[in-house]
């Protein structure tokens, strides 16, 4: 395989402190980019934040964060997990990124996605029934923002541009991935426009998307174009044993669990649910060894190129978040990539 990126992902889920309270949406913002500081000391390869516009989410503007954590360090790459394109314009998507691109020495990334949740449509007054036109249309303009320095387009979203130059120009390439749930129509989105394709896996067992990877391998293929890299977004959390790292993830896990399913009308989660998907799904919790042991094989099954793992989940403190990050840069980063070589 070739080599693999070991990655970190949060939406700045809002923490409890050390009494149990929840903490200010503005300190956990301040958390995160400290967060961010200590995942570059120790190996991490890239950090994406997602955007949210919820009270149980602090991060709706990731790049001025993203620009605090570029300013504090040296090397690892930044970025979304995921930008929500469908509600927020091209351009100034564009010029926010080729902004931090500049400012971290093109450490840049944006991930494209519609997201998990929708409160963002009206917030910015668009309606959820143009849905799939919103997103198809400002994907195209996107990408000729990345790759034309005078952009011709015209849609039905906005007016057209004839021959627009856009500032500040890319001085270089901004890597941009589409975040796709698991359906064959954003597989070959993302290979029409050349991209590579996050994988968000948050449940079930990984190897159930092979063939979606399988699918964009030979849809590059077909096309005479060598296939992008394939990256996965799963949750998770490294504790010093299984033992403590299930006990200290499970009250959390289960809190931002329920929460949603409230609103999507799931039943609340139960032990045996969360074990199962521990022992065998989505969730990456347990020892260094034993979340390494399952991202690597989760790599190899899918032949994919980077893992996220989201390390924030529900009300989690600061505290237990940092020695995850720990751990995850310093032991399960190098045994993954041992495992592969």
């Known amino acids: 395989m070739p080599a693999v990126e070991l990655a970190l992902d949060t939406f700045g889920d809002v923490t409890h402190d050390d009494a149990g309270r929840a903490k200010p949406q503005d300190a956990v913002i301040r958390d995160v980019v400290e967060q961010g500081v200590l995942a570059d000391e120790t190996g991490v390869d890239f950090l994406g934040l997602g955007e949210h516009h919820r009270d149980d989410f602090a991060i709706a503007a990731p790049e001025p964060i993203l620009a605090a954590i570029a300013a504090r360090t040296r090397r690892i790459r930044l970025g ?6 469908s509600s927020d314009d091209p351009i100034r998507i564009f010029q926010r990124f080729s902004t931090l691109n500049a400012l971290s020495n093109g450490r840049a990334e944006v991930i494209l996605g519609r997201g998990s949740f929708t409160e963002s449509f009206p917030l910015f007054g668009y309606e959820l029934r143009d849905y799939e036109t919103l997103f198809n249309e400002k994907l195209e303009l996107f990408t000729r923002l990345l790759r034309e320095p005078r952009v011709s387009w015209s849609g039905t979203i906005r007016p057209p541009l004839r021959a627009q130059p856009v500032y500040p120009a890319l001085a270089t390439p901004l890597k941009t991935w589409i975040g796709v749930g698991g359906t064959p129509e954003s597989v070959m989105r993302a290979v029409h426009y050349d991209l590579p394709m996050m994988l968000a896996i948050i449940g079930g067992a990984a190897a159930r998307f092979r063939p979606f990877a399988d699918l964009y391998r030979r849809a590059f293929d077909e096309a005479g174009r060598p296939a992008q890299p394939i990256g996965i977004h799963s949750p998770g959390h490294v504790g010093d044993t299984d033992e403590a790292a299930r006990e200290a993830l499970w009250p959390h896990y289960k809190a931002l669990h329920d929460r949603i399913g409230r609103e999507r ?43 996220e793992l989201k390390y924030a989940s529900g009300p989690m403190p600061h505290s237990a978040l940092m020695r995850s990050i720990e751990l995850y840069g310093t032991r399960v980063a190098p045994m993954v990539r041992d495992m592969l070589a």
Not at 80 to 85: E, M, W
């Open 80 to 85: 979304t997990a995921v930008t929500v394109l």
């Open 265 to 307: 009308g799931w039943s609340p989660m139960t032990r045996a649910q969360f074990d199962h998907e521990a022992d065998q799904g989505a969730l990456y919790v347990g020892s260094p060894e034993t979340v390494a042991t399952r991202i690597a094989a989760t790599l190899r099954a899918l032949g994919a190129q980077r893992f």
